[in-house]
């Protein structure tokens, strides 16, 4: 009895220590996401108000281009773009998403079937996992609005599985 009693023990401890180690992988993706969020939006806001002028997305002055992306990447890793809104669409105007053939994905749109899709429409983040390019990610999406409230694109984040 007392061999059985240590053995399933040994197993709880066993289990304990792999749950430990497993969750909190799963809270720091989460944890990057946000924090990759905020820096974007944080770079993009000290250029300026966003507003669209045709398809491009400007912050002030500054037209949408890949330093920003790119410094969000290089400080937390992952993946990041910005969308500029075109009629119904969502289309990538600066980004580190490379499609499957390894180009950027610089003039491509987001996915009308993506979860988040729906809730940038409605004005609203999605935070949760997308499938990009064939590639899975903890991301997060919030739509970038101009003065008048207007949803004008999107931002992107996201932490490869």
Do not use: H, W
């Given at each position: 009895?007392?061999?059985?009693?240590?053995?399933?023990?040994?197993?709880?401890?066993?289990?304990?220590?792999?749950?430990?180690?497993?969750?909190?992988?799963?809270?720091?993706?989460?944890?990057?996401?946000?924090?990759?969020?905020?820096?974007?939006?944080?770079?993009?806001?000290?250029?300026?108000?966003?507003?669209?002028?045709?398809?491009?997305?400007?912050?002030?002055?500054?037209?949408?281009?890949?330093?920003?992306?790119?410094?969000?990447?290089?400080?937390?890793?992952?993946?990041?773009?910005?969308?500029?809104?075109?009629?119904?669409?969502?289309?990538?105007?600066?980004?580190?998403?490379k499609k499957e053939d390894g180009t950027s994905a610089v003039g491509t749109s987001l996915d009308a079937k993506s979860p988040a899709y729906a809730k940038l429409n409605a004005g609203e983040p999605y935070y949760g996992d997308a499938t990009v390019?064939?590639?899975?990610?903890?991301?997060?999406?919030?739509?970038?609005?101009?003065?008048?409230?207007?949803?004008?694109?999107?931002?992107?984040?996201?932490?490869?599985?």
């Amino acid at each position: 009895m007392d061999r059985k009693n240590f053995t399933l023990k040994l197993v709880a401890i066993g289990c304990f220590i792999a749950a430990a180690t497993l969750v909190p992988g799963m809270g720091n993706a989460q944890d990057k996401v946000k924090a990759a969020m905020a820096d974007l939006k944080a770079m993009s806001e000290t250029l300026g108000p966003p507003k669209l002028q045709g398809s491009d997305l400007y912050f002030g002055s500054d037209k949408a281009d890949n330093s920003i992306v790119d410094s969000v990447v290089k400080k937390d890793g992952g993946v990041a773009t910005l969308f500029a809104k075109n009629g119904d669409q969502y289309v990538r105007v600066a980004t580190t998403v490379k499609k499957e053939d390894g180009t950027s994905a610089v003039g491509t749109s987001l996915d009308a079937k993506s979860p988040a899709y729906a809730k940038l429409n409605a004005g609203e983040p999605y935070y949760g996992d997308a499938t990009v390019f064939g590639k899975a990610y903890v991301a997060g999406y919030e739509p970038i609005k101009d003065a008048s409230g207007a949803v004008v694109g999107a931002d992107f984040v996201g932490q490869q599985k």
